[in-house]
């Protein structure tokens, strides 16, 4: 369903036509048309009064809009996973912020990815204490080639349009 189609359904469900809503609004009743047309997108001040006039939450029908504008970008996704490879935060934060609104899905790639980036430095902080304290290197060279396969993997995953996963994550952001 559009948020046009969302739209007139709530309209039509409340009883109003789409002269009275275009009166209640301050907007023509040709605008009200070319919404639940979907011929035009509607600004969120027409969506605010639309929503006033309809009596419904403003964030019932800007949500619905926001998320049915947002694209399909598995080249993106993957990219976002292959930031992580040197278990920086920085490069999958800022790809995250620069395309979160763009981007379908995007929330959970980020977030996944950068629990597994968390997750890899505590475990690499623990290594380094035992590095210190008892086990020595291999521990952090196999932590390393560990990230690195599974950031390797999960990109590819992605690209394919198959379900990834990050084993041993500990969940930090939901």
């Given at each position: 369903?559009?948020?046009?189609e969302?739209?007139?359904?709530?309209?039509?469900?409340?009883?109003?036509?789409?002269?009275?809503?275009?009166?209640?609004t301050?907007?023509?009743t040709?605008?009200?048309?070319?919404?639940?047309?979907?011929?035009?997108?509607?600004?969120?001040?027409?969506?605010?009064?639309?929503?006033?006039?309809?009596?419904?939450?403003?964030?019932?029908?800007?949500?619905?809009?926001?998320?049915?504008t947002?694209?399909?970008d598995?080249?993106?996704?993957?990219?976002?996973?292959?930031?992580?490879?040197?278990?920086f935060?920085?490069?999958?934060?800022?790809?995250?912020?620069?395309?979160?609104?763009?981007?379908k899905?995007i929330?959970?790639?980020?977030?996944?990815?950068?629990?597994?980036?968390?997750?890899m430095?505590?475990?690499?902080?623990?290594?380094?204490?035992?590095?210190?304290?008892?086990?020595?290197?291999?521990?952090?060279?196999?932590?390393?080639?560990?990230?690195?396969?599974?950031?390797?993997?999960?990109?590819?995953?992605?690209?394919?349009?198959?379900?990834?996963k990050?084993?041993?994550?500990?969940?930090f952001l939901?």
């Open positions: 369903m559009t948020i046009g969302k739209i007139k359904a709530i309209r039509i469900q409340k009883g109003l036509t789409q002269e009275i809503l275009a009166e209640k301050n907007v023509s040709r605008t009200i048309q070319r919404i639940e047309n979907n011929e035009v997108d509607p600004r969120s001040y027409t969506l605010e009064k639309i929503a006033e006039a309809l009596d419904i939450n403003f964030n019932e029908i800007s949500s619905f809009q926001y998320e049915h947002k694209k399909e598995t080249t993106l996704l993957a990219l976002l996973h292959l930031s992580g490879l040197f278990i935060l920085f490069p999958p934060i800022l790809i995250w912020l620069w395309k979160k609104e763009e981007v899905d929330d959970k790639h980020a977030k996944d990815v950068i629990n597994f980036q968390i997750t430095w505590i475990y690499l902080f623990i290594g380094a204490l035992l590095l210190l304290i008892i086990i020595g290197l291999p521990i952090l060279i196999f932590l390393g080639i560990f990230s690195s396969i599974i950031i390797v993997l999960n990109s590819i995953k992605v690209l394919n349009k198959q379900p990834y990050y084993p041993f994550t500990k969940q939901k």
